[in-house]
């Protein structure tokens, strides 16, 4: 038996203060969390959120399951982000869905939903990859920069 409580329920996802924060185990049987970068893109380790995101659901905090999670990961990313490459032109594709909505002036309809969805899990892999590829030594495989603060992403 594991003796973190939470185990079963792991990895758990959040909305952290407008970002995204997931909640994973350890293999010592502890809690780490990881919380998205805008400057970055990156996901990056940081704990010291673990018991607010668990203990003080509220306005700042709420629960997603894991599609919500990775959709709000890639909105703001697809927001703070720009550049060249895969992902962005899937954020474009994105958001042609949205316009052609607008323009008619009509809701999205439940493929277009589910169209949505899957370009979100594609542009989270393609980041994943890139980031796994950049961690591993290799070149970047595209550029790109955060609109956050102003501040250029440097390549590798």
């Known amino acids: ?5 939470l185990a079963d329920e ?3 996802f959040f909305r952290y203060h407008g970002l995204t924060y997931r909640v994973d ?3 010592e049987g502890g809690l780490t969390g990881h919380l998205l970068n805008l400057r970055t893109g990156r996901i990056d380790e ?3 959120h673990v018991h607010e995101v668990l203990f003080a659901m509220g306005e700042d905090v709420t629960v997603l399951d894991e599609a919500g999670y ?9 927001r703070a982000l720009r ?3 895969p992902v962005f032109a899937l954020y474009d ?8 909505a607008k323009e008619e002036s009509r809701r999205l309809e439940p493929e277009e939903h589910a169209l949505l969805r899957s370009m979100w899990m594609r542009t989270f892999a393609l980041w994943a990859q890139e980031f796994a590829r950049r961690d591993a030594g290799e070149p970047p495989s595209f550029e790109f920069q955060s609109l956050v603060g102003g501040t250029a992403v440097e390549p590798g």
Do not use: F, H
């Open 93 to 100: 594709a994105i958001q042609a869905v949205y316009d052609k």
């Open 83 to 85: 550049g060249d490459g």
């Open 25 to 27: 185990g350890t293999p």
């Open 10 to 12: 792991l990895p758990m």
């Open 70 to 78: 990775v959709e709000l990961t890639e909105i703001k990313r697809s």
């Open 1 to 5: 038996m594991s003796e973190n409580p």
């Open 46 to 48: 940081d704990a010291s």
